[in-house]
DNA sequence: ACTATATCCTGTATGC
DNA sequence: TGCATACAGGATATAG
């Protein structure tokens, strides 16, 4: 599932891949991923011939990919969105949505998606920052990022701390698996209000968030299948590094204990009995 | 404004 | 063997 690390990883791979690169033709194989565009998907493959890409960009899970006349493509991976970059006269991926064909004859770059939540769409204007994605908070990668204000604006939540790490529009970047993690190694439950947390304990905990996303981008991101790939159609490395999600039983790396899951937002929400004690208030509320 | 839940989607795993 | 169900979880619409 990509969250932050991984969507970087595509992006990282997409500029290597199609930065400068003009577009020749563009067919639309199913038309849900490109359900966004109100014009239809023959009217979304005629608009983009033409076009020049640049330097692909990205905000938490939001990645775009600026075209040189100020327009862009927008694109969510969702749960199962890929990228793949390959030579026309190999086979098309699984579930390949759209394909992009250059003036180059160069690789294809090609949109796959099996559960088609993600999507593309055109964002006129969009290059610095599109206006689909202006409500997307920035994320703890971004250099810009204000963390005291962050954390202040955190504690003004009463909702549980996952929810809120889960809250795109309060940081963004963080989906179920790197909120376990970072929970687990601040010690914290999910269901914690977040207007109890100190605010050191908060700094700490985003601290935690932004070091684990670091070291999974630095192995390639997080698979679990084939859901996740890079433009190559590789998977990253970063599943043996999890302390915590996925370990329902395996002992707590810290203190032994057997791992619990539990439902969260018709998710699950991996955590340790001892180390994540759960709050007074959810106990009350059962 | 904030908070919580339902919804979209399909392949895989599991149970009967 | 088949059929039904649960599960994975991004963002967003909607309800409270």
Not at 117 to 134: Q, R, T
Not at 240 to 257: D, F, V
Request: charged share 25%; with cysteine.
């Amino acid at each position: 599932m990509p969250e932050l690390p991984e969507v970087e990883v595509v992006r990282r791979g997409l500029a290597a891949a199609v930065d400068g690169r003009c577009i020749a033709e563009v067919r639309v194989l199913h038309p849900r991923p490109v359900r966004r565009h109100l014009g239809g998907p023959d009217d979304f493959a005629l608009s983009l011939v033409g076009r020049t890409f640049a330097e692909p960009r990205r905000r938490g899970k939001y990645l775009w990919l600026p075209f040189t006349d100020g327009d862009a493509l927008l694109a969510h991976l969702g749960m199962s969105g890929q990228f793949r970059v390959d030579e026309a006269d190999r086979p098309l991926p699984q579930h390949c949505r759209v394909v992009f064909g250059f003036s180059d004859d160069g690789p294809q770059l090609r949109f796959a998606d099996q559960r088609m939540f993600g999507g593309l769409a055109i964002s006129v204007g969009g290059a610095e920052l599109p206006d689909e994605v202006a409500h997307i908070a920035i994320d703890l990668l971004d250099p810009q990022l204000d963390l005291a204000a962050l954390v202040s604006r955190i504690r003004t939540r009463t909702s549980g701390i996952k929810r809120v790490l889960l809250n795109q529009q309060i940081v963004s970047g963080i989906g179920n698996i790197y909120a376990d993690e970072a929970l687990w190694l601040a010690r914290l439950h999910y269901d914690t209000p977040a207007n109890a947390i100190p605010a050191a304990t908060l700094t700490e905990l985003l601290g935690a968030a932004r070091r684990v996303m670091t070291e999974a981008l630095a192995v390639g991101g997080t698979s679990f299948d084939s859901l996740y790939v890079n433009v190559n159609g590789s998977s990253g490395y970063f599943e043996r590094s999890l302390n915590a999600y996925g370990r329902e039983g395996l002992p707590c790396l810290r203190c032994g204990r057997p791992m619990l899951r539990e439902p969260f937002m018709n998710r699950s929400s991996f955590r340790c009995p001892s180390c994540q004690r759960p709050p007074r208030r959810a106990a009350e509320r059962g």
